[in-house]
């Protein structure tokens, strides 16, 4: 891992104004780093940073129609701001790619009731990429290599989590609807398992390869961690190698401990 994933951990917060800026957090100190602000103050609503903890992508809800700010961790600066004329992007609808080179989120049509569809842009040079109308709403979006369709849910998965190495996915529907989590193959596109928490999740994690689940439950205070029992299938195994790390995160001596950030000047 680089300095900045290893470290440091971006994330969105309020200043005194109420207004929501994206900060640089150490986790060795436990203090702000670096505030990210481009121009006037904005309301930040989603934050997305590649696998390689290089590029950070964040919404904004200040100008209409919505527009994703693009910036670089490594040097913390705004690469890009990108905008459609006469569309917002649905920020909490994206994803991108690990080494930061692309990013996807949906779009809609600001005047026309039509369905969103999908834009990716090249990071690389700020300029879009491609543009993708399915015909119908899109609900969750990943960013996978393999071409696949995956059966099984009785109601429309909002919730997509890949594993690092790309080879096993994560859905559930936020609603409920279909209270099962189901993870997938996406080498054979077959189904590893499937899972029904007590109560609804509200976030949820792909670790080691699919191997293990860290999910965050409606009306439970602590994390739930679940392991994938029996024979690990090629992917899931390739992907727990893969990711498997066993230096310690941060500064030890800081374990438990609880900061509070008060520096509104960082």
């Known amino acids: ?4 994933t290893k470290t440091n951990a971006p994330s969105i917060r309020k200043n005194k104004q109420n207004y929501n800026r994206s900060t640089l957090m150490s986790s060795v100190a436990g203090d702000c780093v670096t505030t990210f602000k481009a121009g006037e103050d904005r309301f930040l609503n989603s934050l997305l940073v590649s696998g390689d903890g290089r590029v950070l992508v964040c919404g904004d809800e200040t100008q209409k129609p919505f527009p994703l700010l693009v910036w670089s961790l490594t040097s913390r600066k705004l690469l890009y701001d990108l905008r459609i004329p006469h569309h917002d992007f649905i920020t909490s609808k994206a994803a991108i790619t690990y080494e930061g080179s692309y990013v996807c989120v949906v779009s809609r049509e600001l005047d026309e009731p039509s369905p969103n569809f999908i834009v990716v842009y090249d990071l690389q040079s700020g300029t ?16 996978s290599n393999c071409r696949l369709t995956l059966r099984g849910h009785v109601a429309a998965p909002g919730l997509l989590r890949l594993a690092k ?20 193959d996406l080498l054979t596109g077959k189904l590893i398992a499937v899972y029904t928490p007590p109560e609804r999740i509200t976030s ?10 860290a999910m965050a ?38 374990e438990g401990k609880t900061f509070v950030v008060k520096n509104e000047a960082c």
């Open 128 to 143: 879009l990429f491609k543009k993708w109308k399915p015909g119908c709403d899109t609900v969750a979006l990943a960013i």
């Open 1 to 4: 891992m680089n300095f900045e």
């Open 204 to 213: 949820c994690e792909v670790l080691l390869g699919g191997s293990v689940l």
């Open 217 to 254: 439950l409606e009306n439970y205070k602590e994390i739930l961690c679940v392991k994938l029992e029996g024979p690990l299938v090629d992917s899931v195994r390739a992907g727990r190698d893969c990711e498997n790390d066993d230096e310690g995160y941060g500064d030890e001596a800081s």
């Open 165 to 184: 190495a790309g080879g096993v996915l994560l859905s559930a529907d936020h609603s409920c609807r279909d209270l099962s989590v189901r993870l997938w």
